[in-house]
């Protein structure tokens, strides 16, 4: 039997921790489960919310988030979830059923509302920033961004995984985003996380 070690790292969430089984979980983009609901496409998302104290999974390009639901403590959960990921990637088991793989977030794949054409060279600087400067560093966090629209000056963002809820992100769309998205693009007045 191979010998596997899954690293944890805390991030700025503290009802979420950052698996890193030493291997890619996704090939290409990123998948966030709010719900069971959602989780039905992946059995390794659904074995996680079968946990019972699981409200986030997200599965970026080499580690998994998994948040924890409010009051539940970290040091009781943590041996379930690295069983259940020592399980499946041990196992070299398939991260979604067969047809299931459906809204994978991609750069550049994302829905965009409010995006004028006369707006072109802008959304594209936009992107071009939050794909190579912003998601990178969210990704370390143990999430992801993804560009959603721009509209009057206004750009729209989607955070997910540990970056969903996590009580510094206003603080990093206001003081870290914003600013930079600003200081490159004059046109930008706002960030607003949707």
């Known amino acids: 039997?191979?010998?596997?070690?899954?690293?944890?790292?805390?991030?700025?969430?503290?009802?979420?921790l950052k698996f890193l089984p030493?291997?890619?979980?996704?090939?290409?983009?990123?998948?966030?489960?709010?719900?069971?609901?959602?989780?039905?496409?992946?059995?390794l998302a659904e074995a996680l919310f079968g946990l019972g104290d699981v409200t986030g999974v997200f599965f970026g390009k080499d580690f998994v988030s998994v948040t924890a639901a409010p009051g539940v403590s970290w040091p009781e959960l943590k041996p379930d979830?690295?069983?259940?990921?020592?399980?499946?990637?041990?196992?070299?088991?398939?991260l979604f059923k067969p047809g299931s793989a459906a809204a994978i977030s991609v750069p550049g794949d994302d829905v965009s509302y409010g995006d004028d054409p006369a707006d072109a060279d802008i959304v594209d600087?936009?992107?071009?920033?939050?794909?190579t400067r912003v998601r990178p560093a969210v990704a370390n966090?143990?999430?992801?961004?993804?560009?959603?629209?721009?509209?009057?000056?206004?750009?729209?963002l989607q955070m997910q995984g540990a970056c969903?809820?996590?009580?510094?992100?206003?603080?990093?769309?206001?003081?870290?985003?914003?600013?930079?998205?600003?200081y490159y693009v004059p046109e930008v007045t706002e960030v607003r996380s949707i």
Do not use: W
């Open 1 to 16: 039997m191979a010998y596997m070690l899954i690293e944890t790292e805390t991030t700025p969430n503290p009802a979420t």
């Open 22 to 43: 030493g291997r890619n979980v996704m090939e290409a983009g990123t998948r966030d489960f709010a719900s069971p609901e959602e989780s039905e496409a992946s059995p």
């Open 81 to 94: 979830v690295l069983a259940l990921l020592l399980d499946h990637f041990s196992a070299n088991m398939p």
């Open 125 to 131: 600087q936009i992107r071009e920033l939050i794909n």
């Open 141 to 156: 966090d143990g999430g992801d961004i993804i560009y959603r629209g721009f509209d009057k000056g206004k750009v729209f």
């Open 164 to 182: 969903s809820g996590c009580p510094s992100s206003t603080a990093t769309l206001k003081n870290g985003i914003e600013q930079l998205l600003k």
